[in-house]
């Protein structure tokens, strides 16, 4: 399979997570659907990898794999602290910060 | 053979995100996800990535996901209202994420880049094993590696501190805080 393959089907994920974030307002779908726009950009890192012939681009995806662990955490425990103080899980509804 | 398995696990993996954004249910968003996570493995095979497609099975799907399902299951799946801030927003927002798929895709296909329309070149024997990668982990990029350890330490730290109890911190300064917040800290009776 051609690289350019690879290259639209990570696009159109891209666009897949962009747009359940753009429609979804629970914290804990919008934080699945950043997993998706960075899977999306491992997959691009990856093909590119392969398309230049050099293992460096793998080694990137790693760290974004960490990366994006390291949200995850980060951002169950704000959902969790968001639900031990009774707000409501709904990004809407959480605009204090909007001034 | 190659453009089968390619073209099965590409759909597995577009199902699996459509199925992550169009789930009611967070848990069953997740499950959705967990699909789409072993078909980019199945991906990263086919692009000689052996590395990364186990680290991303062990790691995302198997760490990552169980802790999504620990917190799915804590603080339960509520249905989100279908109240719409923006007016029509669910016609909207389709809208802009073709427009994205179509700029991102004219953005690839526009860029001179002769090596698209390749395999790429031949991958020599080892390309992506564990060895490999783990030699340039350690060699090329030991100061990345490091700093992501670091990173990991921090937020491991951070959400204990986000998601533990905060009733021994108000215990001891009471006052600064409304008797309401004290009332609403008490994980008894969750309601959403």
Redesign the interface.
């Known amino acids: 399979?051609?690289?350019?393959?690879?290259?639209?089907?990570s696009?159109?994920?891209?666009?897949?997570?962009?747009?359940?974030i753009?429609?979804?307002?629970?914290p804990?779908?919008i934080?699945?659907?950043l997993?998706?726009m960075l899977?999306a950009g491992?997959?691009a890192l990856?093909?590119f990898?392969?398309?230049?012939?050099n293992?460096?681009g793998?080694?990137f995806?790693?760290?974004v794999?960490?990366?994006?662990?390291?949200?995850?955490?980060?951002g169950?425990?704000?959902?969790?602290?968001i639900?031990?103080?009774?707000l409501?899980?709904?990004v809407?509804d959480l605009r204090e910060l909007r001034g | 053979m190659?453009?089968v398995v390619?073209f099965v696990a590409?759909i597995g993996?577009?199902g699996g995100?459509?199925g992550?954004?169009s789930m009611r249910n967070?848990f069953y968003?997740?499950l959705a996800?967990i699909i789409?996570?072993f078909s980019?493995a199945a991906?990263?095979l086919?692009?000689?990535?052996a590395?990364?497609a186990a680290?991303?099975v062990v790691?995302?799907a198997g760490?990552?996901m169980v802790?999504?399902v620990f917190?799915?299951a804590?603080?339960g799946g509520?249905g989100?209202?279908a109240?719409e801030?923006i007016p029509f927003?669910?016609f909207l927002?389709?809208l802009?994420?073709?427009a994205?798929?179509v700029e991102?895709?004219i953005a690839?296909?526009g860029s001179a880049?002769k090596?698209?329309?390749?395999?790429?070149?031949d991958?020599r024997n080892g390309?992506?094993d564990p060895a490999?990668?783990g030699r340039?982990?350690l060699e090329?990029?030991l100061l990345?590696?490091e700093a992501?350890s670091i990173?990991?330490l921090?937020?491991?730290v951070?959400?204990?501190?986000?998601?533990s109890?905060?009733r021994e911190v108000e215990g001891e300064a009471p006052s600064k805080h409304s008797p309401t917040?004290l009332e609403?800290?008490s994980?008894s009776t969750?309601?959403?």
């Open positions: 399979m051609n690289i350019t393959w690879y290259i639209v089907l696009s159109l994920l891209f666009a897949t997570g962009v747009l359940g753009l429609i979804r307002r629970s804990m779908v934080l699945l659907c997993e998706l899977n491992n997959l990856v093909a990898s392969r398309m230049v012939g293992e460096q793998q080694v995806a790693v760290i794999m960490v990366i994006a662990a390291c949200e995850v955490v980060v169950l425990g704000l959902i969790v602290a639900f031990r103080r009774r409501p899980l709904n809407d | 190659e453009a390619f590409a993996a577009l995100a459509i992550v954004i967070p968003s997740v996800l789409h996570l980019l991906l990263f086919l692009l000689t990535a590395f990364v680290a991303q790691v995302y760490a990552v802790l999504y917190v799915v804590y603080v509520g989100e209202s109240w801030p927003q669910r927002a389709p802009l994420g073709i994205l798929f991102l895709s690839v296909l880049l090596a698209l329309e390749t395999h790429g070149p991958a390309f992506g490999a990668i340039l982990l090329k990029f990345p590696f992501s990173l990991l921090l937020a491991a951070g959400a204990i501190v986000l998601a109890r905060r917040r609403g800290a994980p969750p309601h959403v």
